[in-house]
């Protein structure tokens, strides 16, 4: 709700008292979700639960929006454009457009058993290298026994997706403009680009492209099927096209295309918003307790997705909780001693590595994690192992169930 047309209203975030307002709703929902003490802070809450603070979020979405109205996107050339639908009216007549279905194959066998019919076989693929780099190939089988390799680099801002269609859509435009008149099987080992051109409606400019290509063909009494084939179990067309895109993506040659997905926008907004979020995390003075445990966003989400949120870490990690320097620090008790000597400060820190009164499951905990060579108290480095974060989980859930008997309270 607060996002929604953001395009129009986002600059307020700018505003202090907008930010601060957003923020006080924000906690309310926060706090629940960790199952944390009202007087936990906003920003601890809301990092602890992993919620992106409300005002970052609207930027997000008027930084979005500013993308689909300009066309253009910050720290990229302005000559790379953002990829557009094509409109209703510029598409195929409903009546011209070709239904396609799929078969599926595993095995050079399946394949060949598929496809023996058709004089054409073209295999398709796209590639995305770790260095960014983008590139797509149509290995094409001609009757006359002669193979026919199309390479084309994409920029980086391509996706997989992108090349996988515009691998397809070389295939088919090549054929034709060419002079060969027979039926063609078409192989890729993309699925979600088989089930795009599925879609007769689907408004992504390169499929549009293969929808006319296919019209055409069909004009002239040329069957086309299509088979998704599984990729890297030795299908031999399909690992040639694979090489064949992996070169494309490194040759020293113009982008065929230069444009972006508003998935590639999306990402990149949403990789500055994250930036933005662990500065204010950074800065933050109240999340001076969460910060003993996590030193950026990043932990506190690797650490949700393996153990996941209960009352008990909630107090540990945001030091709001049962122990006497809480409830001292609230005037809610007289001093903040720990009765086990009278005389330490009953904080988190006592608590979790020195109180004796929790020794034996400390002793446990701490001999588990030596053996294994992991930090006892690294939130994160316990999650790596099964057996650590076990004892150190039965640990703090029996400082919390006894604190208030320890505490006589």
Request: glycine fraction near 4%.
């Amino acid at each position: 709700m607060f996002t929604y047309a953001a395009g129009v209203w986002g600059e307020a975030t700018k505003f202090y008292c907008v930010r601060k307002a957003l923020k006080a709703f924000q906690r309310q929902f926060a706090i629940r979700a960790i199952r944390a003490f009202r007087t936990v802070s906003a920003a601890a809450a809301i990092a602890l639960a992993q919620f992106v603070p409300l005002h970052l979020a609207v930027d997000e979405a008027r930084e979005i929006q500013m993308v689909k109205n300009t066309g253009t996107l910050q720290d990229i050339p302005s000559d790379i454009t953002l990829r557009k639908k094509v409109p209703v009216n510029q598409q195929l007549h409903p009546a011209e457009r070709v239904s396609i279905d799929f078969s599926e194959a595993s095995t050079q066998e399946e394949i060949a058993q598929l496809t023996k019919e058709y004089p054409i076989k073209m295999y398709t693929d796209g590639s995305k290298l770790d260095g960014g780099e983008v590139g797509c190939a149509a290995v094409i089988y001609l009757p006359d026994s002669k193979t026919t390799k199309l390479k084309r680099k994409l920029g980086r801002t391509s996706s997989v997706f992108v090349a996988e269609l515009t691998a397809i859509e070389t295939g088919l435009h090549w054929i034709v403009n060419s002079k060969w008149r027979h039926n063609i099987a078409v192989a890729s080992d993309s699925m979600s680009a088989l089930k795009a051109l599925q879609d007769r409606s689907n408004p992504d400019p390169t499929v549009a492209s293969i929808h006319s290509a296919l019209r055409d063909l069909k004009q002239n009494h040329i069957e086309v099927s299509f088979t998704w084939v599984k990729a890297h179990c030795g299908i031999e067309g399909n690992e040639t096209a694979d090489l064949a895109a992996k070169q494309a993506a490194v040759q020293r040659t113009a982008t065929a295309l230069n444009e972006f997905p508003i998935s590639y926008a999306k990402y990149a907004i949403r990789k500055r918003t994250l930036a933005k979020w662990q500065d204010e995390y950074a800065a933050e003075t109240a999340n001076s307790e969460i910060r003993k445990w996590f030193n950026n966003i990043e932990e506190i989400g690797e650490f949700k997705k393996r153990v996941g949120t209960s009352f008990e870490y909630t107090q540990i990690i945001t030091g709001h909780g049962f122990h006497k320097s809480y409830l001292h620090r609230f005037k809610i008790l007289d001093n903040p001693v720990c009765p086990c000597d009278d005389s330490s400060i009953q904080d988190i820190t006592h608590l979790t590595r020195h109180c004796p009164v929790f020794g034996k499951i400390r002793h446990e905990h701490e001999m588990t994690c030596r053996n294994l060579k992991i930090d006892p108290y690294n939130l994160l480095a316990l999650t790596t192992k099964e057996q650590p974060i076990e004892t150190f989980t039965i640990l703090v859930n029996e400082i919390i169930r006894r604190l208030k008997k320890l505490n006589n309270t």
